[in-house]
C-alpha cells in the first residue's frame, strides 16, 4: 500500500464580512485587521482589491497591495531593472481604478513566491483573484504555497 502524506490543516475561509469579522477577533492581539493582495495582473488585482474594500467597510482594516517584482540574476536585488516610484505609481493607480485606499508596497526578490512568502507577516491574512480555469492557475499555485507556509488564503474565481 502507498504511503500517503497528508498535507497540513489549512485556514479555509469563506469571503463575507460575518467571516472576516470572526478573523478579526481570532487575531485581536495582532493589532488592525490587515489584508494583503498580491499583484497578479491589472485585471484580476482590481478585482480583488474592490472585493477586499466592500469585505471591509465596516471593519477597522488596511489593505496592502504587495507586488513582488523578480530581479533577474545578472542584476544585484539593490539595482533592479525598474524603478521603485514607477511599480508605486503603477499600484496606486490600480488602487484608484478600484476605488480602494491601500498601502502600495514593492518586494524585490529573485522568486515571486518566495518573495511574497517572506513580505507577508507570520499568519497573514491574503486574498488573491484567479481565472476560473480547470487547471490550476499561477495565481492558484501561489494560494496554495501560501497557505502551506501557515497564511489564510482566500481565493476569488473570477
Known amino acids: 500500500m502507498p504511503n500517503h502524506q497528508a498535507w497540513p490543516e489549512q485556514l479555509v475561509l469563506r469571503l463575507d464580512e460575518r467571516s472576516l469579522r470572526g478573523f478579526a477577533k481570532l487575531r485581536r492581539g495582532a493589532g488592525a485587521l490587515q489584508v494583503f493582495v498580491p499583484y497578479t495582473s491589472p485585471d484580476l488585482t482590481k478585482v480583488a482589491l474592490s472585493r ?9 482594516a488596511r489593505i496592502t497591495l504587495l ?5 533577474p540574476f545578472p542584476l544585484p536585488l539593490e539595482k533592479p531593472n525598474v524603478a521603485v516610484t514607477f511599480l508605486e505609481r503603477k499600484l496606486i493607480s490600480i488602487a484608484k481604478d478600484a476605488g480602494a485606499e491601500v498601502e502600495p508596497r514593492v518586494v524585490f526578490a529573485r522568486d515571486r513566491g518566495l518573495g ?9 491574512l491574503v ?3 484567479t481565472k476560473k480555469r480547470w487547471w490550476p492557475t ?14 489564510s488564503v482566500a481565493l476569488l474565481g473570477v
Open 52 to 60: 477586499a474594500k466592500a469585505l471591509t467597510r465596516n471593519l477597522a
Open 67 to 71: 507586488d513582488v517584482h523578480v530581479v
Open 116 to 124: 511574497t512568502e517572506q513580505a507577508l507577516a507570520p499568519n497573514s
Open 127 to 129: 486574498l488573491i483573484a
Open 138 to 151: 499561477a495565481e492558484v499555485k501561489l494560494g496554495r504555497s501560501l497557505a502551506r507556509a501557515g497564511h
